[in-house]
């Protein structure tokens, strides 16, 4: 960090007006540019605290010189840019936002998309549209929740048909527009199209984005333990173990805890027992996060360590069945084998693979469980994979 950096960042007023002055009437672009580039470095208080430092300076004098800084995306200044340029804007300065939003680049046209927010133009709303579904996800976040401010819904119902398609990045380009958009109407359209995904964990990660975790518990608690159970699984290999804090974890793992208990949430529970000892035992999912994320990945670790284990496995056999959302779970934790042999004759040939491997690692495969399940697959190469078991 150079020295200007650190004199706009540090605590003696003398040295960041001075700083923040500058950076705002120079322009000074580079400067901009390299604060930005610190945003993985800095605290979310430093960063606010840059932010109000820069608003500061702003006037109506010079407010436009904020459009230099729009070449450089940052989600921790796109408040005070775009605030401030809506709190000066006029007709000229619309239409320059529009211009720069048909031409510009993905970080240009991210801050314009807020912009259209703020002043709610609706001759933005072609731009948006054109833009809605921009691999930068930044800017098709941007204009989808600007799309809703704007009660524009072709993009809303481009996105609801995109949860038909045959291709999972299809699908989860449009979870993440309605996500963005803000429409709780689509949560149960995004709920199903996740029961039949490949990439289930990636949407279950959205859906508490949309909808509070306790809302959708006392809307449909199977389905809000199905999301829960399959953010359990994501967490560290395709979620950030920081989402704890925004699915709100350790508050839900409590209320739980604290609830009667059936074999739904026994299989939650044990599997989220499971997960955060793998957690907390292998330094490579903790080494690179923040001292409060450590912290909460161990206080719920210490929260489940107190649950009953023994009733949650006497509950979770109930779940061994085609039916059920939490099969797979409970596969993993069972160890009745009677009950998981009758799944070898599930319409579900993925089921009964898992079923095998299951036996397998309980030491209790034999050929007849092989022969059994080989005459309900059709599918040539699980059936390579039962030979080869």
């Known amino acids: 960090m150079n020295n200007e950096l650190k004199k706009l960042t540090s605590k003696n007023p003398k040295d960041f007006d001075e ?8 322009p000074d672009v580079e400067l901009f540019a390299q604060l930005v580039e610190q ?11 840059v932010a109000n430092r820069l608003s500061k300076h702003c006037n109506e004098k010079n407010y436009k010189n904020l459009l230099e800084f729009l070449k450089y995306y940052s989600p921790s200044y796109e408040k005070f840019i775009i605030s401030t340029l809506a709190k000066f804007a006029n007709e000229d300065l619309t239409d320059n936002m529009l211009e720069i939003f048909e031409n510009g680049t993905d970080d240009e046209k991210t801050y314009c998309a807020k912009f259209f927010s703020y002043i709610k133009d609706p001759l933005a ?9 921009s691999q930068n996800p930044n800017l098709s976040s941007n204009c989808a929740s600007t799309l809703a401010i704007l009660n524009d819904k072709q993009s809303y119902d481009k996105a609801i048909s995109m949860l038909d398609s045959n291709d999972d990045f299809t699908i989860l380009d449009g979870v993440k527009f309605l996500i963005s958009y803000g429409n709780k109407d689509s949560v149960q359209k995004i709920i199903q199209t996740m029961k039949k995904s490949s990439m289930a964990e990636n949407i279950a990660g959205e859906i508490l984005y949309l909808i509070d975790i306790f809302e959708l518990y006392k809307n449909n608690p199977t389905d809000c333990l199905f999301i829960v159970n399959l953010i359990i699984n994501g967490l560290g290999e395709i979620l950030g173990l920081s989402q704890v804090f925004d699915y709100r974890l350790y508050e839900f793992f409590e209320m739980l805890i604290n609830t009667q208990k059936n074999s739904k949430i026994a299989a939650v529970l044990i599997n989220a027992i499971d997960k955060f000892d793998t957690l907390t035992e292998n330094d490579e999912y903790l080494f690179d996060e923040t001292k409060d994320t450590k912290q909460e990945i161990f206080d719920i670790k210490k929260l489940l360590s107190n649950i009953d284990y023994a009733q949650l496995y006497n509950l979770i ?4 069945n085609p ?26 040939q993925t ?39």
């Open 19 to 26: 700083v923040s002055y500058s950076l705002i009437n120079k």
């Open 125 to 133: 709303i072609e731009i948006l549209n054109k833009n809605a579904f």
């Open 317 to 320: 056999d109930e779940e061994l």
């Open 39 to 49: 945003d993985d470095f800095l605290f979310d208080f430093v960063k606010q605290n």
């Open 323 to 348: 039916n059920s959302l939490f099969v797979y779970t409970a596969l993993e934790f069972t160890e009745n084998e009677n009950k998981v042999r009758e799944l070898l004759i599930s319409n579900n």
């Open 351 to 389: 089921l009964i693979l898992k079923s095998l491997e299951i036996l397998k690692q309980l030491e209790s495969l034999t050929a007849e469980d092989k022969n059994l399940a080989l005459k309900y697959v059709t599918d040539e190469n699980i059936k390579s994979i039962i030979q080869a078991i």
